[in-house]
């Protein structure tokens, strides 16, 4: 059983560009989480989605940030107009939702450098 | 009350002996608290769980300890290894399937 997938691992941006991060979850899980881990820090949730819905976007900052999770294919996550601060490694997770609702599991991460 | 603190922030522990790391939270609604372990350039790994109507969960070499009335709970290494050394995250949840909050992670070095 494939894990979290997601890509691109590495992801370099000149200020202003738009990035766009992907991550397919497990078989089988239908729940997506993104995470955003800054250098020397932990990680700070920023969206849970189901298929087709955003469950809980409170940890999103209000602008140049989007994500969804359509109904078929992987969840995207999109910065536009990156600036510096936005550099980060940037982590999906997912879980199966009933009968497992709390168990999340991470994808190797996409690392966003902007430049 | 969302926080949850970590400590230590760093561990040495010589192979062969425990490490211990604690958390403590405030919010009383969080229900599963699980530990992640991360090594650099990696995901984080979900190491072992522990919900709120338990004292005690072992896997392995890992425990965790729960605590309910101090709002504590901590993950302990047994028979620490090189192997282990690695970023330690404690994590709560509430909700059924809601967000993770970690705490600020403990790098623990164990040393041959």
């Known amino acids: 059983n494939a894990g979290v997938m997601q890509n691109p691992r590495h992801l370099v941006r000149r200020r202003g560009q738009e990035a766009r991060l992907r991550c397919s979850p497990m078989?089988?899980?239908?729940?997506v989480y993104w995470y955003r881990q800054l250098p020397e820090e932990g990680l700070k949730f920023m969206v849970y989605?189901?298929?087709?819905?955003?469950?809980?976007e409170s940890g999103m900052p209000k602008e140049r940030f989007s994500a969804e999770f359509p109904k078929e294919g992987p969840s995207i996550l999109r910065i536009q107009q990156v600036v510096r601060g936005d550099s980060a490694a940037y982590f999906c997770a997912s879980s199966p939702g009933a009968g497992g609702f709390h168990e999340q599991y991470f994808g190797p991460g996409t690392r966003l450098t902007v430049t | 009350q969302q926080q949850v603190k970590q400590s230590p922030q760093s561990l040495i522990v010589q192979k062969g002996g425990i490490s211990i790391i604690n958390c403590a939270y405030e919010?009383?609604?969080?229900?599963?608290f699980p530990w992640y372990q991360q090594f650099p350039g990696k995901g984080p790994a979900l190491l072992i769980a522990i919900r709120p109507d338990v004292s005690e969960k072992k896997e392995g070499r890992f425990t965790i300890s729960f605590n309910k009335s101090a709002k504590q709970f901590s993950l302990h290494i047994m028979d620490s290894q090189p192997g282990d050394s690695a970023t330690y995250f404690c994590a709560a949840s509430y909700n059924q399937g809601g967000k993770l909050i970690f705490g600020q992670g403990t790098e623990l070095s164990v040393k041959p």
């Open positions: 919010n009383t609604a969080f229900d599963y």
């Open positions: 078989k089988g899980h239908s729940h």
């Open positions: 989605l189901q298929k087709e819905n955003i469950i809980d």
